[in-house]
């Protein structure tokens, strides 16, 4: 299993990002994926969650309505499009897939700052 994140870099206040997630190693279309966040000095959190078909899909309170998550099955990559960011933002990104176990990438970062 190998995920790889992408499209990290740094964003002024009230821009725009997407950050990929490009999958191998198993059945990409078979499981849900999620994204995770880092920030310095704080616990790893849980941002987005998307279903396998892509049909549903959950936000944490404090991305909702800015942030969106897609997949494309045919590619085997997984998407964030971050809109109107702020610089709590300012995280390490982690794509997540759980199977038997939980499989991360090793993160890109974005870094939102004027």
């Known amino acids: 299993v190998q995920l790889v994140e992408s499209g990290g870099g740094l964003v002024q206040p009230g821009g725009s990002l997407r950050l990929s997630c490009a999958a191998s190693?198993?059945?990409?279309?078979?499981?849900?994926l999620s994204w995770y966040r880092q920030a310095p000095g704080k616990e790893r959190e849980w941002v987005t969650t998307?279903?396998?078909?892509?049909?549903?899909?959950y936000y944490a309170d404090a991305v909702k309505g800015r942030f969106t998550i897609s997949r494309d099955n045919a590619e085997n990559t997984m998407y964030l499009q971050m809109n109107s960011l702020k610089p709590e933002d300012t995280a390490v990104y982690y794509c997540?897939?759980?199977?038997?176990?939980?499989?991360w990438g090793q993160g890109t970062q974005v870094t939102v700052s004027s």
């Open positions: 997540k897939v759980t199977m038997a176990e939980a499989y």
């Open positions: 190693g198993f059945p990409f279309s078979n499981y849900a």
């Open positions: 998307i279903s396998s078909t892509g049909s549903s899909t």
